[in-house]
């Protein structure tokens, strides 16, 4: 009976601790989600900002497998290269580690502390207020369970059953490693096995070397999750989890025969047992960085090899049922996901044309006509679909809704035409010609690029949810965009007149690019019309009344 009892207070406490991980989790991705994702897409141009953008990242999300996915999910859309993808990972699994080591420095105290001001936080109106506090109470529940993880394995300082099953992992370490990441995969956190692994090294039960070992299996295991997560995804982002697993697995297996002289190292360092296994997680993770950070291109293309990109069978649309026709709501619903997709095409043209300009590459533009060509398809397929279920008749609602779905499929065809014949026409000049913006004109056009890709994105949220306040502030950044537009256009014009050798060079490209990113801005706004007029605050026109004769 009273080995039950402890087995349950083990479990239970971990499951607390994996509780309180996932709050965290949730509480800094609801108050910090979007700096974090655009730290994670913009602080990756040189290997130094990659890994710091993963530490920070995992740090604050308290989970290596939310950074790995969503750096996959980067890799995807061309946000990431593959090299730097892999060393932002390798930063990743630092800042797990540093983590645990923060957790295990005895702050346990701080619990009903952090607790408290969680719950006060929580209570507040805005996001970021809610969401810092469920990553207060989450960080106060992780501690909390340390306290009740030592509790539990105390009663096991004398207990001949585990005194046996440790004896039998100490003759069997490639059975030890393996249960260790089973038990990572089983939980999805290496950090909560390393902190089970702490638990169990307090009571003194386990050798050095089986910690070491025991430390080297969560490693692996933590890896495995991400991969799993994206097996049915693109090759794009396998890729980049396979390649951050096999890492770990050469760690593993160069480390692993090693772990007695190891054990002797430690040994001989002025470090405290108590505090042993994660200490060895650091020190095994940030080796791995400093030893596979040299190698990450080399990995990238190993990978790009290992899994080959799979050629998209079809193009056609896939949601467009014709059965569905005789139910509009159904029918409007398909419609939806079918241009939703087309808005996925047009976000991947514009960052395709994005990388060509940064790069001074045309590489990323191959793919472009191929995906113009889709977007032309599909939205003539959507129109098709549409003047279909107009035939049926349709209600005031679902009229008006059928509209605004057919005017935003217009309006991603328009825009894939400027990307096509516009935008890439100008940076094909650009590298081409090898010609160079002056520093002032290139951050210029790169930002007025990042603010239209981030317009398309709530843009396609407010398609979706037709959210009234999004809509408001897509109108408003659309005079954001004009003024930005139009600021630029007066800088440019400026250094022409001082001189200045690259802009009298990069001039009409300049301008034209400009022009290109203020009209596609300009059609991607037109899906907060509808809203705003069924609102009654969209006027007919811009121009203000004035009294005849003045």
């Given at each position: 009976m009273e080995s039950t009892i402890v087995i349950i207070n083990l479990f239970g406490a971990v499951a607390l601790l994996l509780?309180?991980?996932?709050?965290?989790?949730?509480?800094?991705?609801?108050?910090?989600?979007?700096?974090?994702?655009?730290?994670?897409?913009?602080?990756?141009?040189?290997?130094?900002?990659?890994?710091?953008?993963?530490?920070?990242?995992?740090?604050?999300?308290?989970?290596?497998?939310?950074?790995?996915?969503?750096?996959?999910?980067?890799?995807?859309?061309?946000?990431?290269?593959?090299?730097?993808?892999?060393?932002?990972?390798?930063?990743?699994?630092?800042?797990?580690?540093?983590?645990?080591?923060?957790?295990?420095?005895?702050?346990?105290?701080?619990?009903?502390?952090?607790?408290?001001?969680?719950?006060?936080?929580?209570?507040?109106s805005s996001s970021a207020r809610k969401g810092s506090g469920t990553a207060l109470i989450g960080i106060g529940l992780m501690l909390l369970s340390l306290h009740l993880l030592s509790a539990a394995t105390e009663p096991m300082r004398e207990s001949p059953a585990?005194?046996?099953?440790v004896r039998l992992l100490d003759g069997a370490w490639p059975v030890a490693l393996a249960l260790s990441a089973v038990l990572a995969v089983v939980s999805s956190s290496s950090l909560a096995v390393v902190v089970l692994i702490l638990s169990l090294a307090s009571t003194g039960?386990?050798?050095?070397?089986?910690?070491?070992?025991?430390?080297?299996?969560?490693?692996?295991?933590?890896?495995?999750?991400?991969?799993?997560?994206?097996?049915?995804?693109?090759?794009?982002?396998?890729?980049?989890?396979?390649?951050?697993?096999?890492?770990?697995?050469?760690?593993?297996?160069?480390?692993?025969?090693?772990?007695?002289?190891?054990?002797?190292?430690l040994d001989m360092l002025p470090l405290s047992p108590e505090k042993l296994p994660v200490d060895a997680h650091l020190a095994f993770n940030i080796a791995l960085a400093l030893l596979a950070w040299p190698f990450s291109g080399v990995i990238s293309k190993a990978m790009k090899r290992l899994i080959p990109a799979v050629?998209?069978?079809?193009?056609?649309?896939?949601?467009?049922?014709?059965?569905?026709?005789?139910?509009?709501?159904?029918?409007?619903?398909?419609?939806?996901?079918?241009?939703?997709?087309?808005?996925?095409?047009?976000?991947?043209?514009?960052?395709?044309?994005?990388?060509?300009?940064?790069?001074?590459?045309?590489?990323?533009?191959?793919?472009?006509e191929a995906l113009e060509k889709r977007v032309d398809r599909l939205q003539q397929e959507v129109k098709i679909y549409l003047s279909k279920l107009g035939r049926e008749g349709l209600d005031g609602d679902n009229a008006r809704h059928s509209a605004a779905i057919m005017g935003y499929a217009i309006n991603l065809e328009h825009i894939g035409d400027i990307i096509?014949?516009?935008?890439?026409?100008?940076?094909?000049?650009?590298?081409?010609?090898?010609?160079?913006?002056?520093?002032?004109?290139?951050?210029?056009?790169?930002?007025?690029?990042d603010l239209t890709i981030e317009n398309l994105?709530?843009?396609?949220?407010?398609?979706?949810?037709?959210?009234?306040?999004?809509?408001?502030?897509?109108?408003?950044?659309?005079?954001?965009?004009?003024?930005?537009?139009?600021?630029?256009?007066e800088r440019h014009l400026g250094r022409l007149r001082d001189g200045r050798a690259e802009s009298l060079q990069t001039s009409s490209l300049h301008l034209d690019i400009l022009r290109d990113l203020k009209r596609i801005n300009a059609h991607i706004v037109t899906v907060a019309h509808p809203i705003l007029d069924d609102s009654g605050l969209l006027r007919e026109s811009r121009l203000r009344q004035v009294e005849p004769g003045t």
């Open positions: 509780f309180g991980l996932a709050q965290v989790k949730d509480g800094v991705t609801r108050a910090f989600g979007s700096r974090l994702r655009t730290g994670l897409a913009t602080g990756t141009q040189s290997g130094l900002r990659s890994f710091v953008s993963g530490f920070v990242a995992t740090v604050a999300l308290q989970s290596s497998t939310a950074t790995a996915l969503t750096v996959a999910s980067f890799v995807e859309r061309d946000l990431i290269r593959p090299r730097m993808a892999q060393i932002v990972l390798l930063g990743a699994n630092v800042g797990t580690a540093v983590t645990a080591w923060i957790v295990a420095t005895g702050i346990e105290w701080l619990s009903p502390l952090l607790i408290l001001v969680g719950v006060a936080l929580n209570r507040g585990l005194a046996a099953f039960v386990l050798s050095t070397e089986l910690i070491i070992v025991l430390i080297l299996g969560a490693n692996l295991g933590g890896a495995i999750p991400p991969v799993l997560a994206t097996l049915s995804g693109p090759a794009s982002a396998r890729r980049i989890t396979t390649g951050n697993l096999a890492v770990r697995a050469v760690g593993c297996v160069i480390a692993l025969p090693l772990a007695a002289f190891a054990a002797d190292l050629e998209e069978p079809d193009s056609g649309p896939r949601f467009l049922d014709g059965q569905a026709l005789s139910t509009p709501v159904v029918a409007l619903a398909n419609a939806t996901r079918e241009v939703l997709g087309v808005g996925d095409l047009i976000e991947r043209m514009l960052i395709r044309a994005e990388n060509a300009f940064k790069n001074n590459d045309i590489a990323p533009l191959a793919e472009v096509e014949k516009g935008l890439c026409e100008q940076v094909r000049k650009k590298v081409s010609g090898n010609l160079k913006f002056s520093e002032d004109g290139y951050q210029e056009l790169k930002s007025l690029f994105r709530t843009a396609q949220t407010i398609f979706v949810t037709g959210d009234f306040n999004l809509a408001l502030r897509l109108m408003e950044l659309k005079v954001d965009v004009r003024k930005a537009e139009k600021l630029s256009a």
